[in-house]
């Protein structure tokens, strides 16, 4: 089996996938790159769209990373580069409970949320609505992904510890 070195991460604002990430890079030795550490500037203004896309394309030109967060404008950039996806479905009310949770011990490292506000909430209740249908179809449209769906911790937590037994 050929060893898995490009990883992209989606799901809901809440559901883990930087600190995720972060322990799959370290377990992996892979760069890891939160997308909302380069979609925004230091003081949270938002990057222009073109120079996002080209840092992502940048990142997706490197050998091996992780890449999380979701920017679904340029959602298949990374879809289409990845050896596997994995789509954090964990229940909205446990995103909801963690990005209230994170506003009191924000990291900085990973980027980000600062603050909630109604078009969070929204976009976390709406997610699965407005985008599952544009990720079946680039699951279709690229069936080389190895497309893995957690939809609980222990699903995060299991795969990580399957990685370090089975040296990926």
Known sequence: M?????????????SGKSTFAAKLG??????????????????????DK??????????????????????FSTFEMRFAKTDTLIYFHFPRSVCIWRIFKRLFNHNKAFGGLRAVNWGILKYIWNFDKEKRERIEELKKKYPHVNFLIFSSQSNADNYLLALRFNDC
Not at 3 to 9: C, E, G, I, Y
Not at 30 to 36: A, F, N, T, W
Not at 50 to 71: H, N, P, R, T, Y
């Open 50 to 71: 073109q120079e996002f896309i080209s840092i992502q394309k940048a990142i997706l030109d490197e050998e091996s990373w992780i890449v999380e967060g979701c920017s």
């Open 26 to 47: 370290k377990l992996l030795n892979i760069p890891v790159h939160h997308l909302d550490k380069h979609m925004f500037e230091p003081d949270g203004k938002k990057r």
């Open 2 to 14: 050929t060893k898995q070195k490009r990883f992209a991460l989606i799901g809901l604002p809440g």
